[in-house]
């Protein structure tokens, strides 16, 4: 599957986020849209959020739409451990 990404989840928020000590790059964003800890395919449908572990306090939370083969990643964000699941 091929994943692009929006204006909005460019590398800028890359950049972005590491300022704020937290470390999502492309390659971790992939893996936590092919294995994800927990996915929520109903509360934004046909949104999909997938959320995966960044470390012992966060999670990192990739919203995307999946249409045909592509995926395309609107935002992502850290968000605290079980605030969402």
Do not use: C, W
């Not at 599957?1 to 950049?15: E, N, Q, R, Y």
């Not at 960044?54 to 964000?77: A, C, G, N, Q």
């Amino acid at each position: 599957m091929k994943i692009v990404f929006t204006k909005h989840a460019s590398v800028d928020k890359v950049a972005m986020l590491k300022k704020h000590n937290f470390t999502a790059n492309k390659a971790f964003i992939k893996e936590v849209i092919e294995k994800p800890d927990h996915e929520d395919k109903e509360s934004d449908f046909p949104k999909i959020i997938a959320s995966k572990s960044m470390d012992s306090k966060h999670v990192l939370r990739v919203v995307y739409k999946l249409e045909d083969d592509i995926i395309t990643v609107i935002t992502f964000y850290p968000a605290p451990k079980g605030r969402y699941y």
